[in-house]
């Protein structure tokens, strides 16, 4: 039986969703959380993560791989959420948290969220870019602590009731307390990439036979699959970008059947002419199909159609 390895970065999220729209009282999302760095995923985020679950689905049957069995995830609540969709839909009962599928702790990271005028936007906002200097005293306070305080496991603990359960059995190959990396002394992309290359390997020694999800973030995801792969030149993917990776029958080396150059945006950004593209999961048509529907100018395929509907009844 061959064993399959499927990379996925998480669906949208909040903040930069919201970066520029700002609330009633006028303040940005970040503004108004004390922890800027680790948002949510919004509403079509989470239909997203569930779409990307049946695609997921889809494209192992028609590899004739093993179904999932074991879902990893970055300990962000965005990734956690992304894992908690998809493992419903293959109806796993829990997922493990790995810190090695971590976000990137680089200082265009820290800017997007710790310096003056931060708005999500990766870098840092206009005129707070890259090397210019900030003192001390004007840094979210949470910047000068260690990397692995940003995502304490209490945080998803908290989630568990109306996500998925986190299998505490699981022992992570690389512990929380080594994200020691902080403002000023930035993870390089190198360490970032050793960290996920060497979870890769873990996972492929560890879980022969089996098909392993691991949900992570978009820096991540292109070093991780370039490091496979160093021919393919891919850039970053889109919201729930999607590798599937699996060893080859004739000569046991790695290949990749399923990548992501289309993302699965937003509603608001979908547009839907000349061809019809469900706003849920992505899927093209030109003629639609029994059993779809339309929302607010939206197309949605036969499946994402009844899940919209359930969601929306939910709601109200």
Not at 115 to 125: I, L
Not at 287 to 296: L, N, S, T
């Amino acid at each position: 039986m061959r064993m399959a390895i499927i990379l996925a970065r998480h669906g949208e999220r909040l903040d930069c969703a919201e970066c520029f729209t700002i609330d009633a009282e006028g303040c940005y999302w970040d503004e108004t959380t004390d922890q800027p760095w680790d948002p949510p995923l919004t509403a079509s985020g989470e239909l997203q993560a569930a779409g990307l679950g049946r695609d997921i689905m889809a494209h192992l049957s028609a590899l004739q791989l093993p179904p999932l069995t074991r879902v990893f995830t970055s300990p962000f609540v965005r990734c956690f959420e992304t894992a908690a969709e998809i493992a419903k839909v293959h109806r796993l009962a829990s997922v493990c948290v790995e810190p090695a599928l971590s976000e990137g702790f680089d200082e265009p990271f820290y800017r997007s969220w710790c310096v003056p005028g931060a708005n999500c936007e990766y870098g840092g906002p206009p005129g707070c870019g890259v090397g210019v200097q900030v003192p001390h005293s004007q840094l979210h306070p949470a910047a000068l602590r260690s990397a692995a305080d940003l995502v304490p496991m209490d945080r998803l603990y908290a989630l568990e009731e109306k996500q998925a359960d986190i299998d505490m059995m699981y022992k992570p190959m690389l512990p929380l307390s080594r994200l020691n990396y902080t403002w000023g002394k930035f993870e390089t992309e190198k360490q970032l990439e050793s960290r996920m290359r060497s979870f890769f390997d873990f996972v492929a020694d560890s879980f022969k036979n089996e098909t392993i999800l691991m949900v992570s973030h978009g820096g991540p995801t292109r070093l991780l699959f370039a490091s496979v792969f160093p021919q393919a030149g891919f850039g970053m993917c889109g919201y729930c970008g999607l590798y599937i990776m699996c060893k080859s029958p004739s000569d046991n080396t790695w290949i990749a059947p399923v990548t992501p150059f289309t993302e699965v945006m937003s509603v608001q950004d979908l547009k839907l002419e000349p061809e019809h593209i469900c706003a849920q999961c992505g899927i093209e048509s030109h003629d639609g199909a029994p059993g779809d529907g339309e929302f607010e100018g939206h197309w949605f395929c036969k499946l994402c159609w009844q899940d919209f509907l359930l969601a929306k009844s939910e709601r109200n």
